[in-house]
């Protein structure tokens, strides 16, 4: 990854922003922007700390990779370059890691705000949880409007739900414009994880220009092209030189379903002015993610719709070793892609496998392989 998160961090604290560090990976982002805070998402955190000892003090090495480097920024260097911190419940990894920094950071004399949001994870056909959301929702407002001096403006918040749906939009222009050829899934991939650390003003800049800065000339014509679409799915992109292998094996990255890029623009609600009735539907309207437990019955439905707009021949599944909510899914994602003829390759990313992927491009190289004798 190209970008120097904590100096795009420290700029934002030069230019008088309030930075709201927020995780897991589907915050209440127009929120946060209508009461003048600039949430950044904190994923993607590895190459922000040469190692994870402070992490490793308080958290075991059977945890995924996300949490170490989370935990590792936030102890090392996040204090003093955020203004707060956000978490809504998601895995149990992640559900007392926010205790665990708060203590730290008390121990150094920061005390940053801590806020949290429950969100119920219940079938809403079988639950109606619409009145504890939304007074989770009303709380977290006062809460906001407490701790940070700010008043909710309906305005404001109408204003920044237009500018994060340009922004998903823009996003997903982007993602067509790898599937036709004329943008690298690498550059796409490094602009959307600049983008989870910058303004929205600047996520529409770099996106914009991501996009007309492209040659009308494609790579390859996506019409004649015979390399092999294939979707990508996992939590997180894989490391640099596994994408080099898949692009460079003869297979073309179609699509993909990546929480931190796919799954997180994919949910466009409609705009209102009333943030608890806008987080109702933007929640559980989501796109299916295992990390939302009550889009699972979508999960599969959604993952074979991809495959059909596509017309991927191949699934390769990044594991985040320990991401036990993904894992859990894989066997019965990976029998219906077969069902319908579907190739499929599991690869597994642990924290250590910065350098070490070659065992993964050899993987990319014979799944390539296997869909030239298939199709
Ligand atoms: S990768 Fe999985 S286990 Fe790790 S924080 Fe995300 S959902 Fe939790």
């Known amino acids: 990854m190209k970008i120097d998160i904590t100096k795009k961090l420290a700029q ?51 945890t995924c990779s996300v949490a170490r480097h989370l935990t590792e920024f936030a102890l090392s260097n996040g204090s003093g370059l955020l203004d707060g911190l956000f978490m809504y419940n998601a895995c149990d ?40 959301f939304k007074n989770e929702i009303n709380h977290l407002i006062k809460d906001l409007e ?27 222009r982007a993602e067509n414009r790898v599937t036709d050829g004329h943008l690298s899934f690498l550059n796409f991939v490094d602009a959307i994880h600049e983008c989870w650390f910058s303004t929205v003003e600047e996520q529409i800049r770099i996106l914009e220009s991501l996009i007309d800065e492209l040659s009308d000339e494609p790579a390859f014509s996506a019409d004649k092209d015979s390399r092999h679409g294939v979707i990508l799915s996992g939590i997180l992109p894989p490391p640099t030189s596994v994408i080099h292998a898949i692009e460079s094996s003869g297979l073309r990255i179609v699509g993909n379903d990546i929480a931190s890029l796919g799954r997180s623009y994919a949910s466009m609600p409609e705009t209102r002015e009333d943030p608890a009735a806008y987080f109702l539907d933007f929640y559980y309207q989501h796109f299916p993610c295992p990390t939302l437990l009550y889009t699972g019955d979508r999960r599969t439905t959604s993952l074979l719709g991809l495959v059909d707009k596509t017309g991927a021949k191949g699934v390769i599944f990044v594991g985040e070793k320990f991401c036990e909510y993904e894992y859990f899914e894989f066997p019965h994602l990976v029998q219906q892609l077969k069902d319908k003829g579907i190739q499929t390759l599991e690869i597994e990313i642990a924290i250590e496998d910065d350098a070490q992927t070659s065992a993964h491009d050899s993987r990319v190289s014979a799944f390539s392989e296997i869909l030239k004798n298939n199709f």
Not at 21 to 38: H, K, Q, S, T, W
Not at 95 to 115: D, F, H, M, S, T
């Open 12 to 62: 934002l604290k030069n230019d008088g922003r309030k930075v709201l560090g927020c995780f897991p990976l589907y915050p209440p982002l127009e929120l946060f922007y209508a009461m003048d805070l600039v949430p950044v998402v904190l994923w993607g955190l590895r190459g922000t700390a040469t190692d994870t000892t402070e992490s490793d003090r308080h958290l075991q090495n059977y």
């Open 93 to 132: 990894t992640l559900r007392n890691l926010p205790e665990i920094i708060e203590k730290e950071w008390e121990k150094i004399g920061q005390a940053l705000p801590l806020i949290k949001v429950h969100i119920p994870m219940v079938l809403p056909a079988q639950t109606d949880a619409t009145a504890y």
């Open 146 to 172: 407490e701790r940070f001096d700010v008043l909710f403006s309906k305005d404001k918040f109408v204003q920044a739900v237009k500018q994060i749906k340009y922004v998903r939009d823009l996003m997903a």
